[in-house]
């Protein structure tokens, strides 16, 4: 058998550092900047952001970026909330110097855009392949980000894509985060049939809904295991499970790796 080409799998691109899904609870940045592009997508809330000498409001569906070196913020007010996705992106100043000149002559930095609800579930798979131990998990999420911004670029995809059941299950999947729910439950508040959700779901959002929900919440604790010393047991309260080792179990599932390893 011929030995395959090294050179195959020498691709030069982007690189997503982190992509993390960042709590509701967070209500202030102080100014600060970064050495790679930082981009937002807002699951749901409303807030602001500083950038340099404007602020801009965002709210749920929103995508936007900043450019190295720019000073910017999160503001929440006392009665709102955000809850994003914050990935940085490292750019070779060589190698992908197109792209960054494509991305601020055809979105720019600090403009919003309206993708609504149908990039959850592109976010909470870019956000698992980021913590993976895996170098091939860690590409892949590099090589979906990169595609996701040509997408962009070159569909400027409106917010009017999502259908009106489909958005109200991911409200409901966020705003219940902390609550042990099944699919029964969820069809309840819709009152849809549980076949036709599911293909109206999947179509939408990319994966079945209780998939996606157990993404939004093992991306919420992975998120409380990184910032605080919380005990396993109330990290696993906080996102609806209430036994820590069958929480414990499916996280090593989701992410590669055990809770207590992730936080180290």
């Not at 981009?39 to 602001?48: E, I």
């Not at 404007?54 to 809850?83: A, C, N, S, W």
């Not at 939004?216 to 005990?231: G, I, N, Q, V, Y």
Request: aromatic share 10%.
């Amino acid at each position: 058998m011929a030995e395959a080409d090294p050179s195959m799998y020498d691709i030069d691109i982007m690189r997503v550092s982190s992509c993390i899904l960042v709590p509701r609870t967070l209500r202030i940045f102080e100014p600060h900047v970064h050495g790679g592009y930082e981009v937002h997508y807002v699951l749901s809330g409303r807030g602001a952001f500083d950038l340099r000498t404007q602020t801009i409001g965002v709210k749920r569906g929103d995508f936007f970026y900043t450019r190295p070196g720019t000073m910017h913020r999160m503001v929440v007010p006392d009665e709102e909330y955000l809850l994003q996705y914050i990935a940085i992106l490292e750019f070779d100043p060589d190698h992908d110097a197109e792209l960054a000149d494509d991305l601020e002559a055809m979105v720019g930095e600090g403009r919003i855009r309206r993708l609504g609800d149908r990039y959850h579930a592109l976010f909470a798979r870019i956000s698992r392949q980021t913590m993976s131990i895996d170098s091939r998990q860690q590409r892949a999420a590099s090589a979906t980000m990169t595609g996701f911004l040509y997408d962009l670029m070159v569909d400027m995809p409106s917010a009017s894509g999502s259908h009106p059941a489909v958005e109200h299950a991911l409200e409901f999947m966020r705003s219940h985060i902390a609550v042990a729910y099944s699919l029964d439950d969820l069809l309840a508040e819709l009152a849809l049939d549980k076949s036709y959700f599911i293909r109206l779901f999947k179509k939408n959002v990319g994966v079945p809904p209780m998939k996606y929900a157990m993404n939004l919440k093992l991306s919420a604790a992975s998120d409380l295991l990184r910032t605080t010393r919380e005990p396993l047991a109330a990290v696993a309260g906080r996102v609806g499970f209430d036994d820590e080792y069958h929480f414990a179990k499916r996280f090593k599932q989701w992410s590669g790796t055990a809770p207590g390893a992730h936080r180290r």
